[in-house]
Each structure stands twice: as structure tokens, then as C-alpha cells.
């Protein structure tokens, strides 16, 4: 077995054909919808603005013991609302005006 001349490349891997030479893409609704999108220029920005606004954190990972506190007060207080409701529709049903 004699070495290739070193100017002719030489794969390290003998890959299958169809490795080599892929098929081209299938047609697809959502590559076909992709390159609609990609065609026109307002549809191209707002894709691009979509994935500026899901690149933000959101507040809670920015400030997350505010959020936890928040969060608490809130669920504190609607627990409370309920629990008052559960009482007084209790009580108005052992008086018998419910």
C-alpha cells in the first residue's frame, strides 16, 4: 500500500456513499414555510424579533427573592380569600339561609 501524494486528500474514514453525497432536502410544509418566511422581509424581522424576546430572562431569574416573596404575599392572600368564602357559606348554611 503506498502513501497518497500529500497535495490529494484523503478521508480518515471511508464513509458510506450516502454520507458522502446526501440526498438534497426534502420539500417539506415547514421548510417550505421557513423560506417563505426567510423571503419576506416583514415576516423575516418579526422571526428575528421572536427570538430576541425569548433570549431575555425573565423577572423571576432576575430577581428571584423578590419574586418568592411576591409570590408568597399573593398565594398568602388568595388562600385566605378562599378559606373566609368556605367559612361564610358554611355558616350561612348551617343557619339555613343558603
Not at 497535495?7 to 454520507?19: G, K, S, T
Not at 433570549?55 to 398565594?75: C, I, K, N, Q, Y
Not at 361564610?88 to 339561609?97: A, K, P
Amino acid at each position: 500500500m503506498s502513501n497518497p501524494p500529500s497535495h490529494e486528500h484523503r478521508a480518515r474514514v471511508d464513509l458510506p456513499e450516502w454520507m458522502r453525497d446526501p440526498e438534497p432536502p426534502r420539500r417539506t410544509p415547514g421548510r417550505l414555510l421557513s423560506e417563505l418566511v426567510d423571503r419576506t422581509p416583514v415576516l423575516r424581522e418579526l422571526r428575528r424579533a421572536v427570538w430576541r424576546w425569548r433570549e431575555h430572562t425573565r423577572f423571576s431569574e432576575r430577581h428571584p427573592v423578590l419574586s418568592a416573596v411576591v409570590s408568597f404575599v399573593f398565594v398568602a392572600a388568595v388562600a385566605t380569600v378562599l378559606v373566609a368564602g368556605a367559612v361564610y357559606l358554611f355558616g350561612r348554611m348551617r343557619e339555613g339561609t343558603l
